[in-house]
């Protein structure tokens, strides 16, 4: 089975504000689920202006107990790619699980840029 959820929202903040809290929302403290982030690979594009993170994520298992017999790792891992062209601003983020992907692959597609209505958002 395939569920595709897809939405749209506007942050009503300046692009930079947008972003800056996007890349400090797992070390921030305030995801408690999250235990660890870290980059596995950095790539610059000068000519396109296009800059590449690649990274890993470890997070507590939250699954509830009567899941628990499928998924009983005491951590889930999952993996993040962003594409970030800074004079375009905009930037993409594709992310998935790594654990328990034989049961069940989660993935995301963000694209944060700067909104039709009001470019100062």
Known sequence: MVKVL???YVFK????????AYFRKYTSGYEKNVEKIWIVEEKKDVERNVDYIKRKGKCANIVPWSLQMFFSEPAI????EIWFNRKEKKMTMYSRNVSFTELATLEEKSVYKVSNEDNRW
């Open 6 to 8: 897809n939405f749209s």
């Open 77 to 80: 891992y999952f993996e993040e």
């Open 13 to 20: 903040y300046p692009f930079d504000s947008v972003i800056h």
